[in-house]
């Protein structure tokens, strides 16, 4: 299956191409991810709130979530391109997660006036969050 995702008038994310269960390229603008950018996004709670629901190799973080996976692993679990649609659009695969899209502007639900067509991260953020997230091989403990 592949899926061209335009990009919409006034939107801020651009098109990106879904082939099977992943995004195989980099998202439009991005340059090749910064795992240690990624890992800072990621324990930020101010920027991809990652460790509301998450649990991550960040010990420096307390009180990490229990909701979703935990991202230890998650680089032998999943390859780049499945990280990658699953931080642009969670929903993609489960419509009712409660996974924000990060990179998804349109069909969402209870978005407040002032964020309409923006995204929680950009394009170097999300390819930033799956460089760290690929080098997460070993299981959690």
Partial sequence: MTA?????????????VIKGDGIPALLAGAAPGDAAR???????????????CHTGPIPEERFQGNLAPDLQGAG?????????LRIVD????????IMPS??????????????QG?????????EDVVAWLQ???EPAS
Avoid: M
């Fill in 4 to 16: 061209q995702l335009p990009r919409a008038a006034g939107a801020v994310s651009p098109g990106y």
């Fill in 90 to 97: 969670a929903g993609h695969f489960n419509p009712s997660s």
């Fill in 38 to 52: 990624g890992r800072a996004i990621v324990a930020n709670r101010q920027v991809g709130l990652c460790l509301l």
């Fill in 135 to 137: 080098t997460l091989r």
């Fill in 102 to 115: 990060y990179y998804r502007t349109e069909g969402l639900n209870r978005v407040a006036a002032a964020y």
């Fill in 118 to 126: 923006k995204t929680i991260l950009d394009a170097q953020q999300i």
């Fill in 76 to 84: 032998a679990r999943w390859s780049a391109a499945q990280l990658r």
